[in-house]
């Protein structure tokens, strides 16, 4: 395998699939977590010649962070990669922590999301160190928990690890495309509450359950109310009020009127939709259906996660299109991530404009047969390196 822009292919490829041999599921009963994956890109980075720190977000879930000093100064840029995979699940033809290399791709759990792209963000500064002096710094973030609650990366905002960086390239499958918008996402609970009563008895309680039924029929309404408000972006798509999770009652109790329901709720949106402003709609609208049941309503927001938008013409954008089109003698392609990433808590809570940009096809995440081809991850590694250059060339900070 040759060089690309001064990456050692071969390495970054033996690299990834010990990687990817590493169940880095997070699953305390498998006894499975982060650490000894986070431990392997510590090592890697000691060998680059860098000196790792681990920030323990969790108890055997440790961020990795290495700094790396150009020679002047310069801007700060910062790669950002997650250490945790989705588990493996069924349907698998290969070992999903086999790290098979074989028709040009390196199939497992995590090729693409995103070992793939935390081993070639190592391997792309290393080989722009070896290509000689830049100005600026880098900054290496390998991240837990960002398939849970994203706590790796609320944690690096919160321990000041984002201060002073002044854009992130998170390196997650996005087939090739310059990710400069991400979705947004709000997590909630709606509690419906009525009063408990026999079945043989019905009058004397409050059925939440017929309120979920016109409390979803209302999410539906709003869902279609905010397609004609908001339209469809280009990158994006539309607005998703999904009712993903039921509760109420029990099987064994079927005689039994419940006195609550839960309905859980997966809403994305796009950059023009305010969270607060639609969490007090969406909250005005079940309540108002749950009222005619007499049943009261209490909405909990389990996670908010803003879309984020960096602009076109951001130096970080430019310099990833630019790069792209160098290395691949391909034209570059903007486009939008589907789902939240860390870029989206390093964007919307460390203020630090982040672009989605890594080896692998959007959609092969969490499937069985999960691979990323070779070519793509080494095209990746030498954008990268091509990209980082170009972004802390651009001038001050
Ligand atoms: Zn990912």
């Known amino acids: 395998m040759s060089e690309r822009a001064g990456v050692d292919g071969d390495a970054l490829v033996a690299f990834t699939q010990a990687l990817v041999r590493i169940p880095s599921v997070h699953d305390p009963e498998r006894g499975w977590n982060e650490e000894p994956a986070a431990e392997l890109v510590a090592e890697q980075m000691r060998v680059f010649g860098w000196t790792p720190e681990f920030d323990v977000v969790a108890p055997g879930r440790p961020n990795v962070i290495a700094v790396v000093d150009g020679d002047g100064p310069g801007p700060t840029l910062m790669f950002e990669g997650h250490t945790d995979v989705v588990t493996e699940g069924d349907g698998w033809t290969v070992d999903p922590f086999g790290g098979e290399v074989r028709d040009g791709r390196l199939w497992g759990r995590g090729s693409a999301d995103m070992k793939g792209g935390l081993a070639a963000m190592l391997y792309a500064t290393d080989a722009l160190v070896r290509r000689g002096s830049f100005p600026g710094r880098v900054v290496l973030a390998a991240l837990v928990d960002e ?3 994203m706590a790796g990366a609320k944690h690096l905002v919160a321990s000041g690890r984002t201060d002073g960086v002044d854009a992130a390239i998170c390196c997650e499958p996005e087939g090739g495309e310059v990710c400069h918008v991400a979705k947004g996402a709000l997590r909630l609970r709606v509690e419906l509450t009525g009063k408990m ?10 059925n939440p359950n017929r309120a979920v039924g016109s409390a979803i029929a209302a999410l539906a309404e709003l869902e279609r109310d905010l397609h004609v408000r908001f339209g469809e972006h280009p990158h994006l798509g539309r607005v998703w009020v999904t009712p993903t999770v039921l509760r109420s009652g029990e099987a064994v109790q079927m005689n039994v009127m419940p006195a609550t329901a839960s309905v859980w709720v997966d809403v994305r949106t796009i950059p023009a939709v305010d969270h607060d402003e639609l969490v007090d709609e969406l909250t005005a609208v079940v309540v108002r259906a749950a009222a005619d049941h007499g049943i009261t309503v209490e909405v909990e927001i389990i ?3 803003p879309a984020v938008a960096t602009p076109e013409d951001h130096p970080l954008v430019r310099a990833l299109l630019d790069a ?4 691949t003698g391909q034209p570059a392609r903007l486009g939008g991530v589907p789902g939240a990433t860390d ?8 203020g630090v404009p982040s672009v989605v940009y890594g080896p692998g ?7 069985a047969d999960e691979f990323v081809e070779i070519d793509d991850l080494l095209a990746h590694a030498a954008v990268y390196t091509a990209a980082a250059d170009r972004f802390l060339r651009s001038g001050p900070p």
């Open 343 to 350: 870029g989206t808590v390093i964007t919307s809570r460390g």
């Open 303 to 305: 996670d908010d996660r």
């Open 361 to 367: 096809g959007k959609w092969i995440a969490h499937q």
């Open 324 to 327: 792209h089109g160098a290395v």
């Open 197 to 206: 009563a026999h079945g043989a008895m019905p009058f004397q309680g409050r």
């Open 147 to 149: 398939e849970g609650m």
